[in-house]
């Protein structure tokens, strides 16, 4: 009987653990595009601006090599960094010759759980929304999911400025593990940064 409470207070305890650390919060800038879905119909913004394209390419090698610092990958930099200049070229061509534009993730200011996500936009959307999202987490995992929008406040800083909260309504159990990964290697590394004692000025 002992032994049977204990396995269940095991459980009870793994299974608070995992609650928790889904709904683990952070700040942070990912790159991040959606469309807004209803009754079948997509609509996308109005497309990339060259900024925005350069950012998508180059955000997720920044995020590598920053992150493995190695001989072996300040090796390969250029190599990265070429590939990189070659890749944006294409995109910047493909977004002219488009007439619709072409979207594409943009850097945006998150505030994000393994349960949902808000964010800023400049495009309108409304409470009950449906949102076909895409988010890159560093160096470069793309996270695909549906998302209902369960809150908006309209901003201030032009006609079209909305501060949205909306929730994960269909998230793939590795998208969702990605996620909580990122949030708790992000608060490591703070608290890290935190604890670390500036260096003396010379």
């Avoid at 190695?70 to 070429?82: F, G, N, S, Y």
């Avoid at 449906?130 to 006609?159: D, H, N, Q, W, Y």
């Avoid at 969702?176 to 703070?190: C, P, T, Y």
Wanted: charged share 30%.
């Amino acid at each position: 009987m002992d032994q049977e409470q204990h396995e269940s207070d095991c459980a009870t305890a793994a299974d608070a653990g995992d609650e928790r650390r889904e709904w683990r919060r952070i700040d942070d800038r990912l790159l991040l595009d959606y469309s807004v879905l209803a009754e079948g119909a997509e609509y996308h913004g109005d497309g990339a601006s060259d900024e925005a394209i350069h950012a998508l390419i180059a955000q997720p090698t920044f995020d590598l090599l920053a992150r493995a610092q190695t001989p072996e990958m300040a090796a390969l930099a250029p190599w990265l960094l070429k590939m990189d200049w070659m890749l944006e070229l294409v995109l910047k061509t493909l977004r002219r010759m488009a007439h619709d534009g072409l979207p594409v993730p943009q850097l945006t200011d998150v505030n994000i759980s393994a349960n949902g996500v808000r964010f800023r936009t400049f495009r309108r959307v409304e409470e009950g929304d449906r949102l076909a999202l895409e988010m890159i987490l560093p160096p470069f995992t793309p996270i695909r999911t549906i998302a209902c929008v369960s809150r908006v406040i309209k901003g201030s800083r032009a006609p079209e400025d909305y501060h949205v909260a909306a929730q994960f309504v269909e998230l793939k159990p590795d998208d969702r593990e990605a996620l909580i990964r990122h949030i708790l290697l992000i608060e490591a590394e703070r608290l890290r940064a935190r604890r670390i004692p500036p260096e003396p000025a010379c």
